[in-house]
């Protein structure tokens, strides 16, 4: 979970007021991701963090969307576990070109090889992002809501230098398809087509589509 710094940052606990007098419900991201952190708070929801830790194998014959949504459901349902009562959301994502999915590195070669399959070539980036709202006393389990962003990237070609240089920047290590477009691999982007906090990590009008539908259950909590 946060620290205690953090969770002042973000407001207090629980229900929260915003300035035109409507209450807001307090998330629980289940990410450790500092990216993530950093869009929730700069679109102005209120959360705290949990980070749970699931197995993200990939299934037999499971294709890229499938296997985002999986994964950001199971971190939802993980959360929701440790936050029974709380509003929990869960995301995943990663890089896609040509069938072939790209999640973190393994290591520095693993790295350049990403890297240079992407060198020159359009890829996809596809986050899943997970709901999941607590049930209500003796009405059963709560509602889940499950879906995903896709964002086309083109990147330049870029020369065993600049690969070398930009593993060097340790941005690779720790992201899916071995860049953070929102740091030095930016120089290396020539278009995109989407949302460009999809490839970031969280897409923000998707997580805003899903928190604004109204709850699948009879009796649950209303997010009006």
Known sequence: METEQERQATGAQGMATRSDGEFQERLVLA?????????????????DICAPDIDESRRPREDAVAYVE?????????????????????????????????????DEDDARRMLLLLSGRCHEVITGIALVRPGRHDQGPGDERVA?????????????????????????????????????????????????????????????KLLSEPPAIAGGPSFD
């Open 31 to 47: 990410s450790g991701s500092p990216r993530r952190a950093d869009i929730l708070r700069a679109a102005g929801w209120l959360f």
């Open 70 to 106: 999986r994964l950001a459901l199971a971190k939802a349902n993980a959360g929701a576990e440790l936050n029974p009562s709380r509003v929990v959301v869960g995301a995943d994502t990663i890089v896609l070109i040509e069938g072939e999915i790209l999640g973190k590195p393994r």
């Open 148 to 208: 995903h962003e896709l964002t086309s990237v083109q990147f330049a070609p870029m020369t065993e230098a600049e690969v070398e240089w930009y593993l060097t920047s340790g941005e690779a290590m720790d992201k899916a398809g071995a860049y953070a477009i929102q740091g030095k691999a930016a120089r290396f982007i020539e278009e995109i087509q989407g949302d460009y906090l999809n490839i970031v990590g969280l897409p923000v009008r998707l997580l805003y």
